[in-house]
């Protein structure tokens, strides 16, 4: 297949450099010190064990060069998908696919979706309808990121932990490029599932992440810090009650308990979160699609977020003061 990765940045180039070891016909889309470091010497992956593989494949910033794709894999934070989803247009033809790999809220949750909010658009995850203007849902399958990466320096990205991802049909069918698309990441070494509940993993997944990264961005704290803490804990629990009664109104059964939730958090220990890396290093966070889109949800429903919006508002000033 045809493969682009948009954003070839730390989960986008160990995605690329996997993909491509495998044999699939891979393109980057990047900038910067890190595209002319990959130009020049290949992208260089770390993996775990310290095995170290370089990949010689095409890389570029200009989506007309890179030409129609069979799929699409948009690796970029999900603030930045608006203003690019004009551009993607570039990397269709009919049946192209395109792979959203984004953390928080999908915009493409209520698409189809039977209920009071069917075919309803999130504002703050895809403001004034631009990225399903330019990424139509029937291209759309979803994917949920469990691995960790970074880049060490431009043009070397180092495997930290994981290799699961999730990939669903919005509509729960098991087609064949679905099919297809995971015989391609498990030919990469990584362990695809299919499932036909992708809405729910994305509220299991955003359960953790809207209290977790937002309280660890303003403690500058790891995982295991904020669940010793009492108070911390009783924060990250009071929004996860928040974000509960918004996700059972929706139809949502968690099927855990929120203590379990958060002492599953405490044992992957001395972690930083995404956010907080992202405040560390001046740049903008995660922060409207993980937790502003969740306060949203919870104004249609009546629903109150208290706790969810005083700390959602906190983190953007955070982020307006940090962000170079």
């Known amino acids: 297949m045809r493969i682009c990765i948009v954003g070839a940045g730390a989960i986008g180039g160990f995605l690329g450099a996997r993909l491509a070891l495998a044999g699939q016909d891979v393109t980057l889309i990047a900038r910067g010190a890190h595209l002319a470091a990959i130009r020049e010497h290949g992208l260089k992956l770390i993996e775990i064990d310290g095995r170290e593989s370089v990949v010689k494949t095409r890389a570029t910033s200009e989506f007309e060069e890179a030409g129609p794709q069979d799929v699409v894999i948009v690796a970029l934070k999900a603030g930045s998908l608006p203003a690019i989803a004009p551009r993607l247009r570039a990397l269709y033809h009919a049946e192209t696919s395109v792979i959203t790999a984004q953390n928080g809220f999908p915009w493409w949750y209520f698409h189809k979706l039977p209920g009071p909010f069917e075919n309803r658009r999130v504002e703050l995850v895809d403001p004034g309808g631009v990225i399903e203007e330019h990424i139509e849902p029937r291209r759309v399958i979803g994917c949920i990121v469990y691995p960790a990466a970074d880049i060490d ?55 953790g992440n809207l209290a977790f990264n937002p309280i660890s961005a303003l403690t500058r ?40 939730r958060i002492d599953g958090a405490e044992k992957v220990g001395q972690h930083k979160t995404s956010m907080l890396q992202d405040i560390e290093r001046g740049r903008p966070t995660e922060v409207d699609a993980m937790v502003g889109a969740v306060a949203e949800l919870g104004r249609w429903m009546d629903i109150p977020t208290p706790s969810i919006d005083a700390v959602y508002a906190a983190v953007k000033l955070l982020e307006q003061r940090t962000t170079l």
Do not use: N
């Open 153 to 207: 320096t431009p043009g070397v990205i180092r495997h930290v932990e994981g290799e699961r991802f999730s990939l669903g049909e919005l509509d729960g069918e098991k087609t064949e490029r679905v099919r297809i698309l995971r015989e391609a990441l498990e030919a990469g070494g990584m362990k695809a599932k299919i499932t036909p509940r992708i809405r729910w993993e994305t509220w299991v997944k955003l359960w």
């Open 221 to 260: 704290s790891t995982l295991e810090d904020i669940c010793r803490y009492p108070l911390t804990r009783q924060l990250a629990r009071t929004m996860m009650e928040e974000a509960k009664a918004v996700a059972e109104r929706l139809g949502i059964d968690f099927g855990i308990k929120i203590e379990q």
